[in-house]
């Protein structure tokens, strides 16, 4: 990865930042609360809502300078030296707890913004929460993204109705975790440690750097596929012999046992971008990025 320059152009020019170029409000916290109808990008359907158990591991970005002072998605301004957040899905603003799994360091960001939409990140960060989480030299990071509660004063999701969008339909099963058809998230992990305490109602922004679990020898992959029939991951298995170290991998989660197929695991960040350009060019539109 490129240092400076490169870091700036990795986080803004590849979709990776979400704010607008309307006016901005006054103030960083004038925006609204809002979940959001399902939308589309390059081709891709996202379905936001609300998900209080959501817990996803993959690689984070940040988007700084060309988007300070910008409109968010929910109306707020940008401000690349606050701790916020675009996620493609979560209800706007919400908090996340973000933990950098190669040094362990935690931060609680709000989330107030869409994208990422670079294929393979899960969210992108402020410049900020980028320097606390020690990653912004570096310009990506894998990382566990936790719920952490609404932000206080947030209206009820009742008060924000979300229109149907169409659904494609596909030839393998929905990945946990992934938004119904778009199939561009990452797979949840219980790997990790346990949780965050959820809250049941408000809670505050918390600016400490706390020191959470580090998974430093946690290896990436793309995984192209989940499938509680494993004859199916076999088929999808043998298509993809040509392209890499091809396995499937059992994994119970709520109840279910799926057979994922995943190639790798890749060297780093760089290696696994490649690769799923590659994927997703042989036609597997819903590969993604995972970290476990």
């Not at 399902?38 to 940040?62: F, L, M, N, R």
């Not at 300078?65 to 957040?85: I, V």
């Not at 989330?111 to 670079?118: K, T």
């Not at 989480?133 to 566990?144: D, E, Q, S, T």
């Amino acid at each position: 990865m490129v240092r400076t320059i490169s870091v700036l152009m990795v986080s803004a020019l590849g979709l990776a930042a979400c704010a607008t170029t309307e006016e901005a409000p006054t103030g960083p916290r004038d925006g609204h609360y809002k979940v959001g109808s399902p939308y589309q990008i390059k081709g891709v359907w996202y379905y936001p809502k609300e998900e209080p158990g959501y817990d996803e591991t993959g690689i984070a970005s940040w988007y700084g300078e060309p988007f300070h002072g910008r409109k968010t998605a929910n109306g707020e301004r940008y401000d690349m030296n606050l701790l916020t957040a675009a996620h493609r899905t979560l209800p706007l603003p919400s908090f996340v707890e973000v933990t950098n799994l190669e040094n362990g360091k935690q931060v609680r960001l709000r989330v107030n913004d869409r994208g990422p939409y670079s294929r393979g990140r899960i969210i992108d960060v402020s410049k900020r929460a980028a320097e606390l989480l020690g990653f912004k030299h570096n310009g990506v990071a894998k990382v566990r993204v936790q719920y952490a509660g609404k932000v206080k004063g947030s209206r009820p999701t009742s008060e924000v109705p979300a229109m149907a969008a169409p659904v494609a339909s596909v030839s393998v099963e929905p990945l946990p975790g992934s938004n119904t058809g778009a199939k561009d998230g990452a797979v949840r992990t219980a790997s990790l440690g346990p949780a965050i305490p959820m809250t049941d109602g408000s809670v505050e922004a918390d600016d400490t750097v706390k020191q959470g679990q580090a998974s430093p020898n946690a290896q990436i992959w793309i995984q192209t596929g989940a499938f509680e029939n494993r004859g199916f991951a076999q088929r999808q298995a043998s298509k993809l012999g040509g392209s890499g170290n091809v396995s499937i991998s059992a994994k119970v989660q709520d109840g279910r046992t799926l057979h994922r197929v995943r190639i790798g695991p890749l060297a780093d960040v760089g290696a696994a971008d490649a690769k799923l350009d590659q994927v997703i060019g042989l036609g597997y539109n819903g590969a993604q990025i995972v970290v476990d």
